[in-house]
C-alpha cells in the first residue's frame, strides 16, 4: 500500500508474477477501445508497462495480423478526423502521424490521396468563421490574425494569403458601418 501522498500509477501496477503475454494482450485491447492507435504508439505502451520487447513484438506482430493494428488505416482515420473537426491542412498531418510513429511511406501515401481543392475549400470556411471576430480591425491585423491561424493548422503561405484575401475581398460591409 502506498503511503500518505504518494499514488501509484498504472505504470508501477504491473506484476512481475502475471504472465507477460496476458499482460500485454489486456493492455493492447484497452488501448484500442477508444480508439485506432498507431504500432508504435502501442509499442510504446507496452515497454512503459515493463512487457518484454519479444512479447510486444509478438503481440503486436499477431495484432496486426487479425487486422486489429492497421498504421494504414490509423493514418487515414487520423487524417479524416482531423481535417473534418480541425481543419487541419496535410503538412502539419504529416508532422502529427510521424509524431505518432507511422511510417513515412504510409504518410505520403495517405497525404497524397487529400484533395487539395477540399482543403483549399476548408481553409475558407475557417476563415469566415474567424472573420466575425475580426471585423472593425485594421484591414493588416485581419490578414494577420487571418494568415497566421491558417499557418498554424498547416496551410501554405500562399494558399493563407490568397484564402483571406478573397475572403476580405467577398466580406459585404457590415451594416453597423454604414
Do not use: C
Not at 512503459?48 to 503486436?60: F, N
Not at 487520423?78 to 481543419?87: A, F, I
Not at 513515412?104 to 490521396?113: G, Q
Not at 494558399?159 to 484575401?165: E, G, N, Q, S
Amino acid at each position: 500500500m502506498a503511503a500518505a501522498g504518494e499514488h501509484e500509477t498504472r505504470d508501477e501496477a504491473f506484476d512481475p508474477d502475471a504472465d507477460p503475454e496476458s499482460v500485454g494482450r489486456s493492455i493492447l485491447l484497452a488501448r484500442l477501445t477508444d480508439r485506432p492507435r498507431s504500432r508504435a504508439e502501442l509499442a510504446e505502451s507496452l515497454a512503459k508497462k515493463h512487457v518484454p520487447d519479444d512479447v510486444a513484438t509478438r503481440l503486436l506482430d499477431r495484432f496486426e495480423e487479425v487486422g486489429l493494428v492497421d498504421d494504414e488505416a490509423f493514418a487515414r482515420a487520423w487524417v479524416d478526423s482531423r481535417q473534418r473537426t480541425k481543419g487541419t491542412a496535410s503538412r502539419v498531418l504529416s508532422m502529427e502521424l510521424r509524431r505518432k510513429g507511422v511510417d513515412d511511406e504510409i504518410v505520403r501515401e495517405v497525404l497524397a490521396e487529400v484533395d487539395p481543392d477540399a482543403e483549399r475549400e476548408t481553409a475558407h470556411r475557417l476563415v469566415q468563421r474567424k472573420l466575425r471576430s475580426v471585423q472593425g480591425l485594421d484591414p493588416s491585423v485581419q490578414v494577420r490574425r487571418l494568415t497566421g491561424m491558417l499557418a498554424r493548422k498547416g496551410y501554405a503561405p500562399q494558399v493563407a494569403f490568397d484564402v483571406v484575401r478573397e475572403e476580405l475581398e467577398a466580406d459585404p460591409v457590415p451594416i453597423e458601418s454604414l
